[in-house]
């Protein structure tokens, strides 16, 4: 079963006296733990359709099923349980929280959101900020790491609650193109050693490459799907 | 919950000079709160006391009708001897009464052979009286502090006024209840100062002098002033005595006394009233202080995070938490500034009592204001803040917590 399922799904903002058509009947599946990447130009309709994957937004029309759940029927309360148990967030901006440092950033959904107890908390937090390599800044706050730094620590949030699904919108955007690099690297390790799948939106052509299915989207529409290979369970994308 | 506190003081720190601002505000609110309570608080106490243990004692029992024609010091409505009893045996029997002074109220003539003037007199048992008021003695200003058979106090304006000195012999004269006229020689043992209020500026002589003026064969008493052991059980005392003298009726079937507590014989009551809803305006404006500071300071907060909201809403962070944070956030701020100024102000408070102000009121001066604050006063003005920091915060955290996340995001 797919992990993501989206079946004619349409968006539509007014902006004033104005309808825009963000989304138009777009139709898709994504397989667990698969590395799947929205490209196209801005305005294209990557971010929309990434906030309808992540529940942050509801679609005009159209069935949108996120593991297993339809999505649509969620009210504002069930889509924040379901987005604190199923997805993770990797934002372009980083977005951490800045009065806490980096341990408690990644630790933070385990508390505010999962409820996790206080030693489950701390090893799978030492765990995570291990796998991203930032055990040793763990101490210091947003403003005292880098750029790069700070998306690692993002990485490590997304994936501390062992979400199915982790979206990133632009998560190299504002990264120089070295950092970038490592920044998606680290993804493919993460999905590889937690099994998630990894949904992300760019227009950076080069990091493009690194994924295994890739969407092009166009005014709003899929204009291209682009298989490179198979996902981690072995089955054909 | 610890977690929330701790994100809230990281963030109130964050804005270091904001949150200085706006917790000194609320701080300087609670000082002169306190310092409002502890000043009128000491003057309306000072002056419940003055009143209380050196004229008119925390009640008095009267037989019905008397209170109602005071201004004349009826002696026909004085009580019978049996009448007096029955009340001491229920004054007996109340633990919390500490003790009570019979009274012998009447109007009279004191004449110095050379000029003559009307007074009011209260006869009384010098040791019940003195025990009854224990401020009494402190009042009278010349002569000895005890009140002697054949010797009289008289108030200091009538001393003033007639040229009358410790020592000096004058006589009393007095209609009793039958319209016969008696007189007394008596000699001025002490001058007594004025009190405002009611028998403020009576004369006082020993009872069995009294007796002897108006010609009572039988003790007949005019009023029993009470001294209750803990002020503070005034009125439970008063209800007690009420309820254990309803069944005391005259001829008529009628209730046979009447009790009074201070508060209905003293014009004072009123001012302490006047302070009381001083006491309370003062606090609304604390209120009003800490609710704009706190709703400012937690609005601002929000707009200035609606980004970091976005982020915790959608990573999954329920809304109840959201707006537990931000509640948290001013609730401390409004703690911070309570704390602030319950040190300050009670310290000033202190300082104040160790200055020993001194103030007039009516025809007494020279009286030592000592202030001072109460734990349950602490305690209720950080109650009030607290409570109103929540009030406050709850409108802007309200707003966080329904935050949709994705416009939060965008938001630059």
């Known amino acids: 079963m797919a992990l993501v399922k989206a079946e004619k799904i349409v968006k539509v903002y007014k902006i004033g006296e104005v309808l825009i058509n963000s989304i138009n009947g777009v139709s898709f599946e994504i397989e667990e733990a698969s590395f799947v990447s929205f490209v196209g130009p801005s305005g294209s309709g990557k971010t929309t359709l990434l906030n309808l994957i992540g529940c942050l937004d509801s679609p005009t029309e159209g069935n949108l099923f996120v593991a297993g759940e339809d999505v649509n029927e969620l009210d504002r309360r069930q889509r924040a349980l379901f987005r604190g148990k199923n997805i993770g967030f ?12 980096v341990y408690e950033n990644v630790e933070y959904p385990l508390i505010m959101v999962k409820n996790v107890s206080t030693k489950e908390r701390e090893e799978r937090t030492m765990k995570l900020l291990d796998a991203v390599g930032m055990l040793e800044q763990k101490d210091k706050y947003p403003d005292q790491i880098s750029g790069g730094q700070k998306q690692r620590v993002a990485v490590a949030r997304a994936l501390v609650t062992n979400p199915k699904l982790v979206l990133a919108d632009e998560p190299t955007a504002n990264l120089d193109h070295k950092t970038a690099y490592t920044v998606i690297e680290l993804m493919k390790r993460m999905k590889a050693e937690f099994n998630t799948t990894f949904i992300f939106s760019t227009h950076d052509p080069k990091i493009v490459e690194a994924a295994e299915v890739i969407y092009t989207l166009e005014d709003g529409e899929i204009v291209d799907r682009h298989v490179k290979g198979v996902n981690s369970n072995g089955k054909s994308l | 919950m610890a977690n929330l506190f701790k994100i809230a003081i990281r963030n109130l720190a964050r804005y270091r000079r904001r949150t200085i601002l706006t917790s000194s505000l609320i701080a300087i609110g609670v000082i002169f709160v306190l310092l409002f309570v502890g000043v009128s608080g000491s003057f309306k106490n000072m002056m419940i006391g003055q009143m209380t243990d050196s004229m008119l004692g925390h009640i008095q029992v009267h037989r019905k009708g008397y209170m109602a024609s005071i201004d004349n010091l009826p002696l026909t409505m004085n009580m019978k001897p049996q009448a007096v009893k029955k009340l001491e045996k229920v004054f007996q029997d109340i633990p919390d009464v500490e003790s009570y002074s019979p009274r012998i109220k009447f109007g009279g003539m004191l004449s110095t052979f050379t000029e003559t003037t009307n007074i009011r007199l209260n006869g009384v048992y010098p040791e019940k009286e003195m025990k009854t008021l224990p401020l009494l003695a402190s009042r009278i200003s010349n002569g000895g502090k005890e009140i002697r058979k054949g010797e009289i106090i008289i108030p200091e304006l009538l001393s003033r006024g007639m040229k009358i000195n410790v020592g000096d012999i004058v006589v009393v004269i007095a209609t009793n209840k039958d319209g016969s006229v008696n007189g007394k020689q008596l000699k001025v043992s002490g001058i007594i100062e004025s009190v405002t209020g009611p028998g403020g500026r009576d004369g006082y002589v020993h009872i069995e002098d009294a007796m002897e003026i108006l010609r009572m064969e039988e ?12 002020f503070g059980k005034l ?15 005259n001829k008529q079937g009628k209730p046979a006394f009447e009790v009074h507590t201070w508060e209905s014989l003293s014009p004072f009551y009123n001012i302490a009233r006047s ?8 606090k ?11 709703m400012n300071v937690m609005i601002m907060a929000v707009y200035e995070r609606i980004r970091e909201i976005g982020t915790i809403a959608a990573i999954g962070t329920m809304p109840g938490k959201i707006l537990s944070m931000f509640v948290t956030e001013g609730v401390l701020l409004g703690i911070i500034g309570a704390i602030a100024g319950n040190i300050i102000g009670t310290g000033l408070v202190y300082l104040l009592k160790v200055v020993k102000i001194t103030f007039n009121f009516g025809r007494q001066s020279g009286l030592v204001l000592s ?14 803040v607290t409570i109103v920091a929540v009030i406050g915060s709850l409108q802007p955290a309200f707003k966080a917590s329904r935050m949709e996340p994705i416009k939060a995001l965008r938001h630059v």
């Open chain 1, 90 to 101: 990797i934002f372009q901006d980083f977005n951490l929280i800045p009065v806490l440092t």
């Open chain 2, 275 to 282: 302070i009381d809803f001083m006491t309370i305006f003062i």
């Open chain 2, 284 to 294: 609304a404006m604390l209120t009003a202080i800490v609710l704009i500071s706190v």
């Open chain 2, 219 to 230: 003790m007949e008493i005019s009023e029993i002033a009470v001294r209750l052991r803990d």
């Open chain 2, 371 to 384: 202030p001072y604050v109460t734990l349950y006063d602490i305690v209720m003005i950080s109650l009030i």
């Open chain 2, 235 to 249: 009125h439970s005392v008063y209800n007690t005595l009420n309820t254990l003298l309803s069944g005391e009726l």
